[in-house]
């Protein structure tokens, strides 16, 4: 008699065993460290929108490259504050195509 567990996730229909014995459901390999989602903080400043891009794990340079090519495509201000991105205005949904372009995951934070 075969026991059914199609319903459960760690269920492997190749190797029919909870959990998997043959590796065709093995995790998948945990992101490399430092690849967790950036953060967009929205934040009021004098009534103003602005967005902090925060947890980036860029250096510097990388942060004023990134800035430029944000503020580019969002024609704002902005600057590079404490290892953060601040950008004048809510842009978030350009910021996260900019970001998912590079294939960078990020998250929103805040109202
Ligand atoms: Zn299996």
């Known amino acids: 008699m075969e026991l059914s567990y199609s319903t459960d996730p760690n269920w492997c229909s190749r190797c029919k065993h909870l959990p998997c014995r043959c590796g065709a459901l093995k995790k998948k390999p945990a992101p490399t460290a430092g690849s967790g989602p950036i953060k967009l903080r929205l934040e009021k400043k ?11 794990g860029m ?3 990388q942060l004023k490259e990134l800035l430029k090519q944000i503020q580019a495509a969002c024609g704002t201000g902005g600057c590079v504050k404490d290892g953060n991105l601040e950008i004048q205005g809510d842009h978030r949904e350009k910021i996260e195509q900019i970001l998912a372009a ?3 995951k990020s998250k929103r934070s805040g109202g």
């Open 102 to 104: 590079r294939g960078l």
């Open 46 to 56: 004098r009534g103003k929108a602005q967005i902090i891009v925060c947890e980036t």
């Open 59 to 61: 250096n510097d340079a």
